[in-house]
């Protein structure tokens, strides 16, 4: 018998070559946004790894009480920082890795990736009340986004998503010399993405007052360091250009002269990014 009777025919096999380099197509577009995401992460380990090698050289030469403190709790913080951003780069690199060698599978679409603008709101929920009592600087928190995240129309990051961050200070009212203390907070990831954003700080002082307010960029520290070294209670002036906003809702009147400084979980907290993220959605 004739083996020519058993060859496809060539447009036949001409659809079978489109088929498979369609296939490969699909496959190496996820491939290597999965090798771009492993280098993200690992830009952002680098990243902190040199905040916080800054932060411990400027430790010890800090200057004044409230200095010293707050700037020992920003280095907590950034060591929880940078050990959370390592676990999301060994699970980039394993997704990378995986993908690399996974079959082709057609039917999958590509991944899509949109930029998130510095400036993004983010709503967020506590899952618990956070105090100065309970939750150190460093000590990690969770929570969950109250509303969706759109960019130009687009659905980035869901409302229920799960959010993580970090304790940024915590310091009891009455626990420096100018009687007062505070409690901040920051998110650091969203939906299993690594993000930076503004502090959400309660600042308080040992007769009970209360006053709630949200502190942005690298001038972060140095604001605060200023609000709680200021024995004149003025309070804002240290903030300069720092200051987002006050939080709306959130500061507590006067009461009993209570060290303790909470942040409930009762309502919503607004955060913003306060640098663009690259997020790769997939489908």
Known sequence: MSLSRFRLPAVLLLALGLAFSIACNR??????????????????VAQLEQQLATAQAAKDQQGGEAAKVLSRNHVRAL??????????AQAAQQQAVQLE???????????????????????VSLARELSTDKDQAGDAWD????????????L????????????TQSVPAGRLSSGKGALGIKVTEV??????????????????????????GGAALGALIGILSDHNHKNDHALGGAAIGAAAGTALAAGTADTVIRIPATAPLAFALTAPER?????
């Open 79 to 88: 060591q929880r920082e940078v050990a959370d951003a390592k676990k999301r």
């Open 191 to 216: 939906g299993g993405v690594g993000v930076d954003t503004d502090s959400h700080v309660m600042v308080g002082e040992a007769r009970g007052a209360r006053n709630a307010k949200i502190i942005g």
């Open 279 to 283: 997020v790769t959605l997939r489908r």
């Open 156 to 167: 980035v990051w869901s409302a229920g998503t799960r959010v993580r961050g970090v304790v």
């Open 27 to 44: 496959k190496s577009a996820a491939a290597l946004q999965a090798e771009q995401d492993a280098k993200d992460a690992q830009a952002k």
């Open 101 to 123: 060698s996974a079959p082709a599978a057609p039917a999958v679409p590509g991944p899509v990736v949109v930029e998130v603008p510095s400036g993004t709101r983010l709503e």
């Open 143 to 154: 929570g969950s986004l109250a509303s969706d995240v759109l960019v130009n129309g687009q």
